[in-house]
């Protein structure tokens, strides 16, 4: 069981750095903080003061050649179960099922975060398939009421329509449902319309 206390996500001193032929960037330089679990936590802070860094790391989706260097990431699941992601294999099993199931990221620019040649729906479905043992038709119906929750009108149409189809509000509304699955493998094959999908994070 959970012990509320406890807050669900836990950085101490994290440090990721670019390590380039021109020198090191540290990007993120000793960075702690806690989630508390029903908190909201905002970071604010100038342009490549290392916001995005943070998040990467979190998620374990630095881009090369950066990695992280030091400190943790401890975040505490469901089941009471607390895990150190920075000592997990970025695109092993475990992190594969926190990133996308515990934690996901919006994107900014939320037209390149839904694949361009797959409808809504199909997305969603994977999403639900990867974390849950559901078939196909439950994962549909969890994938409607998902954009239902966000207030999409007419889910069930709409789950049937591609993301370009969509208004950029209700892009954006309909992108956490996905659950992220995998960001990189994600990231990796959306190439729509300018194809910076990679740099938009
Ligand atoms: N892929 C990368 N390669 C090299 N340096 C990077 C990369 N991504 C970010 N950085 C550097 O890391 C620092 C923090 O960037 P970032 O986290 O994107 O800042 P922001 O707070 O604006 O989100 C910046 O100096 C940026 O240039
Ligand atoms: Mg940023």
């Known amino acids: 069981m959970r012990n509320d206390t406890r807050p669900l996500l836990s950085v101490r001193n994290l ?8 020198g090191t960037t540290k990007a993120v330089d000793g960075a702690s903080f806690d989630v508390a679990p029903g908190k909201t936590l905002g970071i604010v802070g100038e342009s490549g003061c290392g916001k995005s860094v943070t998040a990467q790391s979190i998620l374990r989706i630095v881009d090369r050649p950066g990695r992280i260097v030091d400190g943790e990431i ?10 150190d992601l920075t000592k997990l294999e970025p695109n092993g ?4 099922s926190i990133r996308g199931g515990d934690i ?4 900014q620019e939320p037209m390149t975060s839904f ?4 409808t809504i729906g199909a997305q969603l479905i994977e999403a639900v398939l990867l974390h849950n043992a559901v078939s196909k038709k439950e994962a549909r ?6 954009l239902r929750s966000v207030g ?17 509000g209700l892009r954006q509304r309909a992108k956490p449902r996905r659950g ?9 094959h959306v190439s729509g319309p300018g194809g910076r999908a990679r740099q938009r994070r």
């Open 15 to 22: 440090r990721t750095s670019f390590f380039q032929d021109e």
């Open 180 to 188: 992220g699955g995998d960001g990189r493998r994600r990231g990796g």
């Open 74 to 83: 401890v975040l505490t699941r469901a089941d009471g179960s607390q895990t």
């Open 152 to 168: 999409i009108p007419q889910p069930e149409r709409r789950i049937d329509e591609y993301s370009f189809e969509l208004s950029g």
């Open 104 to 107: 996901g990221l919006v994107f």
């Open 115 to 118: 694949s361009p040649v797959h």
């Open 93 to 96: 099993r475990e992190m594969r």
């Open 141 to 146: 119906r969890r994938g409607i009421e998902a």
